[in-house]
């Protein structure tokens, strides 16, 4: 009866038009009273405690950083410099594309912002060579949800804070799988495109291809500070958020020079506005997740899914399925914040390693970003290159199925995810 409560009182308040962070605050008071125990001090105390977490402080500092990326032209040089080593090839702006959300998935973590970024870069390009724009837009969208894999990773900074999971661990273990994401969407372009008729960029010099990489040389030296640092013990997930503000800021104001003293208030005010959605999405979230412990609703599920406890591949399975039929109801953030105290108890109980099951959690949540109806990188993918819906949604599918692939390879060989981590933590 508890998980009917909370269910229902969360879908009530979202279908009345609530922000999701009040759903989630009034879904836990329904619990709440359903316990008769009803307390305004429970209440404000769990939301305060929810959002005064170390850790969480690194998501406000990696939004501030993806910002100063984005303005001080360190997204676009990366670009640039892909562009002359792979746009002369047939299908040229798609490796393009693949290859840049690779490297700013490890230097911001966000899927919306990577996801923007690069539509807005590329999708111009594309158009004007003649590629088609359902299928351009779809690679766009599938290579920005890389970014919740590859370090640094926001989802895995706000499921290891909720599960109680090594945040450094998680960040070591999404590398191998970010780089299989990449690698599926690159043959899977290779496959749909390869016969298109488009316009192919000319072959820059060698000369010049080495001039723009250098150019874009501070750009990728935070990628490989930012993980190097982690991998060395240099600093944690929350210090390596803030080397990454300092370092962007420094580049963005001095060494390319295209971020003005003036400019720094509207990025510190846009970084600031997303980090407030999202801190106040997690106190309203960790409310809820200290009711779903006290209605003992984790037991619950666990009996629902006790026959498949044996077999953990097959468990996997299940809990997969669950997360993807929840992500296409829900945006990222929510699903992480309402999943994790659910199932985390359930996987403790199988055996399932948590760091294993948080990369493959966060990828599953990561590819709900492309399923309709809520999609949100679709959503921005429509909005930045001015496409609709319907033919985006008919673009995405091929890169769509390679990335439910890739994670059915990893449920079935789960060494994919643990052995490459075990190598990164060696020293």
């Known amino acids: 009866m508890t998980v009917i409560v909370f269910i229902v009182s969360l879908l009530a308040a979202m279908a009345l038009g609530m922000p999701l962070a009040f759903s989630l605050l009034v879904s836990g008071v329904a619990l709440m009273l359903h316990l008769d125990n009803f307390d305004t001090q429970i209440v404000s105390q769990n939301l305060i405690n929810g959002a005064d977490n170390f850790p969480l402080m690194a998501v406000p500092f990696f939004m501030l950083a993806g910002e100063l990326m984005n303005a001080g032209g360190m ?6 410099s892909a562009m002359v080593w792979v746009g002369h090839f047939r299908g040229g702006l798609g490796y393009v594309a693949v290859f840049a959300a690779i490297v700013m998935a490890s230097l911001s973590g966000s899927a919306v912002a990577d ?36 370090p640094p990773s926001i989802g895995f900074i706000l499921f290891g804070v909720i599960g109680g999971v090594s945040i450094s661990k998680l960040f070591m273990a999404g590398i191998f799988p970010g780089l299989m994401m990449g690698f599926a969407l690159i043959v899977t372009w290779w496959i749909v495109a390869r016969k298109d008729k488009v316009e ?16 874009a040389f501070w750009s990728y030296l935070l990628a490989i500070t930012i993980i190097g640092g982690m991998k060395m013990g240099v600093f944690t997930p929350t210090e390596a958020a803030v ?13 390319y020079r295209e971020i003005k003293f003036k400019d720094l208030y509207g990025i510190i005010l846009a970084a600031a506005k997303t980090s407030s959605v999202v801190m106040f999405l997690v106190a309203a979230a960790l409310v809820s997740a200290w009711l779903i412990t006290v209605a003992n ?27 993807m039929i929840v992500g296409t109801a829900l945006d990222f953030a929510p699903t992480v914040l309402i999943l994790t105290p659910v199932l985390m ?7 399932i390693d948590p760091v294993y099951f948080g990369v493959l959690f966060i990828m599953n949540n990561a590819i709900g970003l492309l399923t309709p109806p809520v999609g949100t990188v679709l959503n921005v993918v429509c909005g930045v290159g001015r496409i609709p819906m319907h033919d985006v949604i008919r673009g995405v599918m091929p890169f769509l199925i390679s990335q439910v692939v890739v994670m059915g390879s990893l449920i079935a060989f789960p060494s994919l995810v643990m052995v490459p981590l075990k190598w990164l933590l060696m020293r």
């Not at 997204?75 to 640039?80: C, D, F, G, M, Y």
């Not at 539509?119 to 920005?144: C, F, N, T, W």
């Not at 192919?200 to 150019?215: C, G, L, Q, Y």
């Open 243 to 255: 080397v990454a503000v300092v370092y962007s800021l420094f580049v963005g104001l001095f060494i």
């Open 297 to 323: 609703i984790p037991a619950q599920i666990v009996e629902i899914l006790r026959p498949f406890i044996d077999n953990k591949t097959l468990l996997m399975v299940m809990l997969m399925l669950l997360v």
């Open 115 to 150: 996801t923007a970024a690069l539509a807005a870069v590329l999708l111009p390009m594309m158009r004007k060579a003649g590629y088609r724009m359902d299928r351009s837009a779809g690679l766009i969208a599938a290579g920005g949800i890389i970014a919740p894999v590859i």
């Open 75 to 80: 997204s676009r040089r990366i670009v640039n």
């Open 345 to 351: 108890p359930l996987v403790r109980e199988a055996g």
């Open 200 to 215: 192919v960029a000319e072959k820059v010099p060698f000369k010049e291809r080495i001039s723009v990489t250098i150019n």
